[in-house]
C-alpha cells in the first residue's frame, strides 16, 4: 500500500511538473509579438528599412525617398504617395487614390496597381510584376520603365503617355478616352488595341 501510494504521489508531482512546462510554452506562444506590422506613413521616410509593409491613409500624403519596404505600400482613397528610389518586396496597390507616384530608380518586386483614382506617374522604374492603371480620372505617365509582366491602361479619362519602355509581356491599351500617346517602347508580347502602334 506504501508502494501505490508513494506511486501515485510521483505520478501526480510528474503530471503537475508537465502542466507548468505546458502552460509556460503556451504563454509564451501567446504573448509573441506580432509579426511585420503595417507602418502607417504621413510625411517622409527616407532611406530606412520597413518590414511589414506601408500603408498611406485616406487623405493623407506619404513621401518616400530611398525607403525599402519589405511587404506592399497601399494607398487608401484620396491619399497621395511619391516614391522615389524605392525597393519595395511586394506591390504598390492604390484604390480611389489622389495620385500615385513611382520615381526614377525605384524598383518593384510585385506589381503597380492604380485603380478609380487620379493621377498616376510610373518613369524610369524597374517592375518585377505588371503596370496596370484602370479607370483613373487624371492624366497617367508611363515612360522609361523595364516591366518583367505587362503595361495594361484600361478604362481611363484623362489621357495617358507610354512612352519608352522595355517590358517583357504585353502592351494593351483598351476603352481609354482620350487615346493614349507614345513611341519607342520595346515589347516582347503583343501590342494590342489603342497601344498597336507604340
Do not use: W
Not at 511587404?71 to 484620396?78: C, H, I, L
Amino acid at each position: 500500500m506504501k508502494g501505490d501510494g508513494m506511486t501515485r504521489f510521483k505520478l501526480t508531482m510528474a503530471g503537475a511538473a508537465l502542466g507548468t512546462v505546458l502552460c509556460g510554452l503556451v504563454s509564451g506562444l501567446t504573448a509573441a509579438p506580432a509579426l511585420a506590422d503595417e507602418r502607417t506613413c504621413r510625411g517622409t521616410l527616407r532611406a530606412v528599412s520597413v518590414d511589414g509593409g506601408v500603408r498611406v491613409p485616406a487623405g493623407a500624403t506619404c513621401v518616400l525617398r530611398g525607403t525599402v519596404v519589405k511587404g506592399d505600400v497601399k494607398v487608401a482613397r484620396g491619399a497621395t504617395l511619391v516614391a522615389r528610389g524605392v525597393r519595395v518586396d511586394g506591390n504598390v496597390q492604390a484604390e480611389g487614390a489622389k495620385s500615385v507616384s513611382v520615381l526614377a530608380g525605384s524598383s518593384i518586386d510585385g506589381d503597380v496597381q492604380v485603380k478609380q483614382g487620379g493621377a498616376a506617374t510610373v518613369t524610369g522604374s524597374r517592375v518585377d510584376g505588371d503596370i496596370q492603371l484602370d479607370a483613373n480620372r487624371r492624366y497617367l505617365r508611363v515612360n522609361g520603365n523595364r516591366v518583367d509582366g505587362n503595361i495594361q491602361v484600361v478604362g481611363n479619362r484623362g489621357g495617358a503617355q507610354i512612352h519608352r519602355n522595355r517590358v517583357k509581356g504585353d502592351l494593351q491599351c483598351k476603352e481609354n478616352r482620350p487615346r493614349p500617346t507614345g513611341s519607342k517602347n520595346v515589347v516582347g508580347g503583343d501590342k494590342e488595341d489603342q497601344c498597336r502602334r507604340f
